[in-house]
């Protein structure tokens, strides 16, 4: 059997753990890869056109994995744990590539606290013994943590180059996609900057963080991003809150850390399925401006 | 600190009327008033210190809220549970001291809404009403609610076929009024019965085959008529009755989550956030009832209606029933909803018309799409 897992949206979350899962129990997996035009293109053309940017390019790679699989996983995320939940975009997935794709067999699982027992319900949909899923389960589990580990030591090193670092707080499956905050750190690499993720650092810790900036905040995601900059601060030269038109988590969020950070350079960057480079160009180059202005003044 | 309550709150449809009797039933000394009457400025303030693209209901509430601050509020409150709702609270306080307002903002959203929360944030404020005097106040305002929704769910349905111009909306304004000035679940009784025999003397003059929409969508958009240019109105001019479900006893009595999620089976598996699957239900009851149209409303950007937008979409297909989606924001024009409007209107009339002229004609086929 083989498995879709579409490139976008929590991919960039879970992506280890999904791989493994369905390696472990038998089963092929073949993944929409990066986004290219064709995606964007398609994406737009099948959802509303309000929808959010990286909903649109989801639904391009589902769109992108029809016919080339057997069952496409869509997960659905409600919550983590009390007041941690994912933005309601998640919660509505399922049901939105189900109506989208009326043809294509979803494969789904639903997070709303305990994770474990959803996957032993996925791999018995797949027809396995409840002990392979749960030593499959685990494995994956393994595996994700192991890579996340990577990352984070990978990112300790680059927060002690002598380079002007930014970090960039957004949606990880914004910041990484092809078509969405690529651009934005080609640029800053340009500039001879470092870019530093948000999501590549403790996430217990950032959302213990994110307490300091938003008492109320309820979505994890967001918690996880907002939480690194009281984190990364001493560590980090500014900040690029990068966000996707119309996010309806950030609208709000973003506002709030716009306005509650005074001791760091930040701006926020909003992208969108039109957007040219040469705006992009000049916002980034302006910023990185910012930064060596402000370490040359500080050597002074 | 502060040294008389000046109590005032974002303006939701009618409901404000409610929601002064309570805060003044709790806070006798108080003065309470609601935000100054909404108008394109309120919009204006709103949009010019809101994040760009935030949903059209924070921009509304944060210009009654500066609005109010002008008129001297000092306590200000909001509410809100589910999506960003909940949220909104912690934004605009930020938004308004940043803007140099002193005031006291009570956010009753999320866990502050539930009964012991409520109960001491009512306490914290300086209310020093006995615990069965404030249930009775409660008590009072829910029923009241009750009252207005019931009241203006029929009048919605019927008042497109009024005999005398402005009748219902005699005994609508003199309903509010009772309500406004209820002191007691006696008062309110009274205004029930009176609201009931003046209803009884309506006179409707229906056409045999009169056009029925049902009005669907999140729950500001749907409740607050300013913001979506009054659409219930306009249908109701073109001789159209109008359901509509939604409504503040709705939200807070009449939800059944499981039944709803039940009822709109097939087109969603899930909930999908705040009132999308409720959208879904009810509309999908509208098709079996044989309603002509649906008219399914919602802020810019609105995620969970979002979610049950392509549910919506098959649902029309599949049930042959028109589905006007409308996205009302800051800069929606006016003109814009009412040409659609008025086409939409047109095309469910002539639909049934033709739908009839089929049904009556042997051997038309319109049920098999030959004609």
């Not at chain 2, 404030?134 to 009072?140: C, F, S, V």
Request: charged content about 20%; glycine content about 8%.
């Amino acid at each position: 059997m083989t498995i879709g897992i579409p490139n976008a949206l929590l991919y960039y979350r879970y992506q280890y753990l999904w791989k493994t899962f369905f390696a472990e129990l038998g089963c092929d997996v073949v993944t929409s890869g990066s986004t290219c035009q064709a995606t964007l293109t398609q994406g737009v053309a099948l959802s509303v056109a309000e929808c959010c940017l990286p909903v649109k390019l989801f639904l391009g790679h589902v769109a992108s994995l029809i016919g080339r699989c057997d069952a496409i996983l869509v997960p659905r995320f409600e919550t983590l744990e009390k007041n941690q939940e994912f933005c309601v975009r998640f919660w509505g997935l399922p049901d939105v590539v189900r109506n989208t794709f009326p043809q294509a067999n979803v494969l789904s699982y639903n997070l709303k606290g305990r994770e474990g027992r959803e996957f032993l319900a996925l791999g018995k949909r797949l027809g396995k013994h409840p002990a392979q899923i749960l030593k499959a389960y685990r494995r994956g589990v393994q595996e994700q943590s192991r890579q996340d580990r990577l990352a984070r030591e990978q990112q300790e090193i680059l927060l002690s180059s002598p380079a002007p670092k930014v970090l960039l707080a957004g949606q990880p499956y914004l910041i990484h996609d092809a078509f969405g905050g690529a651009p934005v750190i080609r640029m800053i690499e340009q500039q001879g900057g470092v870019p530093i993720f948000a999501e590549r650092f403790d996430r217990k810790a950032c959302r213990a963080a994110s307490r300091e900036l938003s008492k109320d905040l309820y979505w994890v995601v967001n918690q996880e991003i907002i939480g690194a900059i009281p984190l990364a601060k001493h560590q980090v030269d500014g900040v690029l809150l990068v966000t996707a038109f119309p996010c309806g988590t950030d609208s709000l969020v973003n506002e709030l850390v716009l306005r509650r950070v005074g001791d760091i350079p930040i701006a926020q960057i909003v992208l969108d399925e039109h957007q040219g480079e040469a705006g992009l160009q000049t916002r980034v180059e302006c910023f990185m401006d910012i930064l060596q202005e402000r370490r040359q003044s500080r050597a002074r | 600190m502060l040294d008389k309550l000046a109590i005032s709150f974002p303006h939701l449809g009618d409901y404000s009327v409610v929601f002064t009797q309570l805060i003044r039933h709790l806070f006798p000394d108080a003065r309470v008033f609601p935000a100054p009457p909404m108008t394109q400025k309120t919009v204006e303030l709103g949009s010019r210190y809101s994040p760009d693209f935030v949903c059209a209901p924070f921009k509304f509430n944060l210009g009654n809220y500066i609005e109010a601050l002008e008129q001297g509020a000092n306590v200000l409150v909001q509410t809100g549970t589910g999506c960003r709702y909940g949220y909104y609270g912690e934004l605009q306080e930020q938004i308004l001291r940043d803007l140099g307002y002193r005031f006291q903002f009570v956010c009753l959203s999320r866990e502050r809404a539930k009964p012991a929360a409520l109960y001491r944030n009512i306490r914290n404020l300086g209310c020093d009403l006995s615990l069965p005097r404030m249930a009775e106040a409660m008590l009072l305002a829910c029923e009241s609610i009750r009252a207005m929704d019931r009241y203006e769910y029929w009048m919605r349905e019927q008042v497109a076929f009024e005999t005398v111009p402005g009748s219902f909306e005699q005994v609508r304004q003199q309903l509010f009024a009772d309500i406004a000035r209820a002191d007691s679940l006696a008062d309110l009784q009274k205004a029930k019965a009176r609201c009931r025999k003046a209803s009884a003397a309506l006179k409707t003059d229906p056409p045999q085959h009169p056009l029925r929409v049902g009005i669907v969508g999140d729950l500001y958009t749907l409740m607050e008529p300013f913001s979506n240019f009054f659409v219930e109105r306009q249908l109701i001019q073109q001789g159209i009755s109008v359901s509509r479900v939604m409504g503040v006893w709705f939200l807070l009595f009449g939800k059944n989550h499981k039944q709803a999620l039940k009822d709109s089976r097939p087109y969603l598996g899930y909930t999908v956030g705040a009132n999308g699957v409720d959208s879904v239900a009810q509309s999908l009851a509208y098709a079996k009832r044989g309603y002509d149209g649906i008219i399914h409303m919602k802020s810019f950007g609105c995620i969970p209606e979002l979610n049950a937008t392509p549910a919506l979409m098959n649902l029309s297909r599949d049930w042959d029933i028109p589905i006007l989606h409308l996205s009302f924001d800051s800069h929606t024009s006016e003109t814009g909803v009412q040409t659609r409007l008025e086409a939409f209107a047109d095309m469910i009339r002539m639909k049934k018309e033709e739908g009839r002229i089929a049904d009556s004609q042997f051997g038309r086929g319109y049920r098999f799409g030959i004609h």
